[in-house]
């Protein structure tokens, strides 16, 4: 006969699982495990902002040094502070790193527990149905001559009733931690590839520093730490590369390219995004006030073709928009090149293709997609700069080649460095494309 033990049974199904996956041991120390990580990332970000103070304070620096007369003693206080300023950075990934790394361990405790939280309601759910089962083939009629009073067959009723409508918040929780389960995999798989990176910004960025110390040691060893020998070299690089540049621009002026306006977007459209996070313009595309001063280095006329942005060495760059790196280069490599030190040319679906020059750091690949935002690059000093900065050029897709120097001009100081050459039409003014500042 079904007594009250039954129903006392019943019930005891529903609310025994419930406690069994709430109160254990190694449930409450997972919380307490999660708690300390939390903790641990919290204060993580507490030093994270110490440093981003600490690397405003060095640009800050930086703005004042750069904007003193160029001489030996400001190229090396530019070039110590640069070293401050990457070290912060480097320091600033680091933390990343480890709160990264901490927040995946967070969620690895947070998705254990979450599959134990469903394994525990499953089986509740299934000791639900086995007991349904068992008395399914009890009829309305039988349950009634079973017991002895009213109220006793009431009892186990409405106990049937309590766990048929347990079953539907049992299958909806366990719905519910699925979905949950499911976001916290992804997030999990998210923050590995942040961390990884991370690993790849924080390599680059010890590669900024190593090169910003030979830069330092090279000056003093040529310069022999005398303003004569800094300015004479500085003229040096200022004539050759003034030759680079006209023979350049007459060898694009003779280049044939008929633009079709349908192949590009509508000049006004923000199709791109600016490269740098703070933009700050030291040179416009075309008639700019240094162009003016110096129209035989643009071929005669006065004009720059593109936006130079003047910016602390080591500073990411990022792709303006999704595309794929059609190729790279460093100047550099061939002595007395003075011309884009280490460059990158990205294509674009939208028929335009964009060039990143005087890079320190280039964290790209030809043949490589990239999306929009991602880091390509750290900017520097490198080719023929006067400062630290990034050279951004818009070019017309179908009118740029890359072309070692050789090819340009028989006699020429950068021999079989290469460069991105077009037609003069195949110049755009950047600033038609990119959001107002």
């Known amino acids: 006969m079904l007594q009250k033990p039954f129903v006392s049974f019943l019930i005891g199904i529903l609310v025994l699982p419930f406690f069994s996956y709430v109160v254990p041991y190694a449930f409450a120390q997972s919380i307490s495990e999660i708690d300390r990580l939390q903790q641990d990332i919290a204060d993580r970000g507490s030093r994270l902002a110490e440093i981003e103070k600490e690397i405003a304070k060095f640009e800050a620096d930086l703005k004042v040094v750069g904007a003193e007369k160029q001489t030996l003693q400001k190229a090396i206080n530019q070039l110590v502070l640069e070293r401050k300023k990457v070290t912060a950075e480097i320091a600033r990934t680091e933390n990343l790193i480890s709160s990264t790394d901490l927040e995946i361990n967070k969620l690895i405790l947070e998705i254990s527990k979450t599959e134990k939280n469903i394994d525990q309601i499953e089986s509740a759910i299934a000791e639900i ?25 009431w009892s186990t009723f409405e106990a049937h009733e309590t766990v048929r409508n347990s079953m539907s918040f049992k299958v909806a929780e366990l719905s519910s931690l699925q979905r949950l389960l499911d976001d916290k995999r992804k997030e999990n798989t998210d923050k590995r590839s942040e961390l990884v990176s991370l690993q790849s910004q924080y390599k680059d960025q010890n590669s900024v ?31 050759a590369r003034d030759q680079i540049i006209k023979d350049l621009r007459d060898f694009e002026a003779k280049l044939q390219f008929i633009l079709d306006p349908n192949t590009i977007p509508t000049a006004g459209t923000a199709v791109f995004a600016w490269p740098l996070k703070n933009v700050i313009v030291t040179q416009w595309f075309g008639g700019s006030e240094f162009a003016k001063r110096n129209p035989g280095i643009y071929g005669g006329r006065a004009y720059h073709p593109g936006i130079d942005m003047g910016t602390p060495r080591g500073t990411s760059i990022h792709a303006p928009l999704s595309g794929t790196v059609r190729a790279t280069g460093n100047t550099d490599l061939v002595p007395g090149c003075y011309s884009w030190g280490k460059w990158t040319l990205i294509d674009h679906a939208n028929g335009l293709s964009t060039l990143y020059a005087h890079q320190d750091v280039i964290s790209v690949t030809p ?71």
């Not at 349904?132 to 017991?147: I, K």
């Not at 190593?210 to 004539?239: F, G, I, P, W």
């Not at 020429?412 to 950047?430: H, L």
């Open 129 to 153: 149905i086995r007991t349904q089962y068992r008395e399914g083939e009890v009829t309305m009629v039988e349950l009634l001559l079973n017991h002895n009073q009213l109220s006793d067959f």
């Open 209 to 239: 520093l190593t090169s910003n110390q030979a830069e330092q040691s090279d000056l003093l060893a040529v310069t022999k730490n005398e303003e004569k020998n800094y300015q004479r070299l500085l003229a040096e690089k200022q004539e």
């Open 367 to 437: 043949g490589q997609k990239v999306t929009t935002g991602e880091i390509i690059g750290y900017s520097g000093n490198t080719g023929y700069s006067t400062g630290p900065h990034l050279h951004f050029t818009v070019y017309v897709k179908e009118g740029v080649t890359v072309r070692q120097f050789n090819e340009i001009k028989t006699v020429t100081s950068c021999g079989p460095a290469s460069t991105p050459v077009a037609a003069t039409d195949a110049y755009v003014d950047p600033a038609l494309y990119l959001p107002p500042l």
